[in-house]
Structures are given as C-alpha cells and as structure tokens.
C-alpha cells in the first residue's frame, strides 16, 4: 500500500495482487511490469521475482488500518481479475473493501468480463456498494466491448480508464457511465497520442453529462506533455474526494 500516489485521478495505492500477463496492445509497454522487472533477482526486493503474478496475502487487511478517508486505486500493479488469481482471493479482497467502507475504492480491469461475471454472482439482490466503483481500460474502439460488460454489471459507479489512448474510440456508449479519464501513454516508447482523439471523447462526455478527467499527454514521462486540454485542466469526477460523504453523482453542467 502506498500512502501517496503519482496517479493524479487517486490518494492512494493497494496491491493485494501484483504482477499480471498481456491480454491487449494496450498492455504492450506496461509502466507496472517495466517497474517491476527493474527488480527481478534482487533478494529481499518487494519484486524479487519482477512482474510474475504473486497473492500478497499480508496486505488483505491492509485499508482497514488507514484510519484517514482515502480514495484508493486497488491493484495499480495487477488486474484483480486475472484468470489464475483464485475466487476465494478475490471474495477477500472485496471482504476488505466491504469493511473499510469510509474508503472508496476504484477497481479497475481489462478482463471485463470475468468481472462481470464475479460482480453478478455476488451481488446478485442489488448493486454492489457505492464505495467500490469498478472501472475498465479502454485504449482503441476494439476495446470498446469492455464497456458493454461493464453496463451489464451491477455496479454503483462505473468509470472508463481510457488510457494509454492509441486510437479513435468511435462514438462511445456513456449509458451508465459515472466518470471518464483519459490520457496519453509514457514511457520510453510512448506511442503519440492525436489531439483529436482526447476532443472527441471530452465533447461526448460533456454531451452527455458524464464527468472527464485529462491525466496527461504523456511522453518520455508522464508529465511530459502536461495535462492541459485546449489550455484547460479537466479534473472532474463523480463524487466528492471525500470519502464519506454523500457520493451521488455530480454530474457537470
């Protein structure tokens, strides 16, 4: 758990999971496994073994200690949905969400549908609760299905991580949709990211009232190219950072 994050769209870090596998062209320069294998071999290191998937069963009950109200990006370093992270490890993990409810936690995926599916079994007589937003990862329009499977979830807030952004995304469908962030992608072989393709989403976004957040441009780092759209800093989201207090919707005018 980090106490501080870089992630301007967040408070804080929570790796129950880390390490992961490729599953689209949006993980091909993955900023979590470039960490991670700076790592590997090194005895005693948090990432001994690099980016191979580990269960970090000592951090489970990690939030239920931070006594200070937080927003929380769980498993910045992994997907919680991973075919070969066992179920009864994620029922932990959500055990632990379910508890430290003066948190909100932002879940986020590109295994989509296993979420889906995980979100349906377990919260079969309603929506899950309003402190756990669950989010997908979109980086082109191929990946656009991820947010059908997230409208057919029984969540409370959902969001789109539209980042890295590699191409147009098309004519998104925003039915349900709580929050949207967008940004660029870094590193050093950040593929550029077209001006056009960020308008086109905040346009939609406004269009249909849903909050956006730009993070960045992206670049040799992740501050590189700024965070300024048009020459303004979109920082929307859909609820106060408070955690809380009432989380409705405030949705932009």
Request: hydrophobic share 35%; glycine share 8%; aromatic share 10%.
């Amino acid at each position: 758990m980090s106490d501080k994050s870089a992630i301007e769209w967040t408070d804080a870090t929570w790796n129950p999971v880390t390490g992961c596998t490729k599953v689209s062209r949006g993980c091909d320069n993955c900023y979590a496994e470039r960490f991670a294998e700076r790592f590997r071999g090194t005895p005693g290191h948090p990432y001994e073994s690099g980016f191979d998937l580990r269960l970090r069963k000592d951090r489970l009950k990690q939030p239920c200690s931070w006594r200070r109200p937080r927003m929380i990006f769980v498993n910045s370093m992994s997907d919680l949905f991973h075919k070969d992270i066992p179920i009864e490890f994620i029922d932990a993990v959500f055990e632990t969400m379910e508890t430290a409810d003066h948190h909100i936690f932002q879940v986020l995926t590109k295994r989509s549908s296993l979420m889906r599916n995980y979100l349906r079994r377990r919260y079969d007589a309603g929506l899950s609760p309003e402190h756990i937003w669950c989010g997908v990862s979109v980086e082109d329009q191929a990946a656009t299905t991820r947010i059908r499977h997230l409208q057919d979830a029984p969540v409370s807030i959902r969001f789109l991580s539209i980042e890295p952004l590699l191409g147009p995304v098309g004519d998104l469908d925003l039915d349900g949709i709580s929050w949207v962030i967008v940004g660029g992608e870094s590193g050093p072989r950040a593929r550029p990211m077209k001006p056009e393709w960020a308008l086109s989403i905040r346009d939609l976004c406004q269009e249909n009232r849903v909050p956006f957040f730009f993070k960045q441009w992206g670049g040799r780092t992740p501050k590189a190219g700024g965070r300024l759209l048009e020459g303004v800093e979109y920082n929307d989201t859909p609820a106060d950072r408070t955690p809380g207090k009432n989380l409705a919707l405030q949705l932009a005018s």
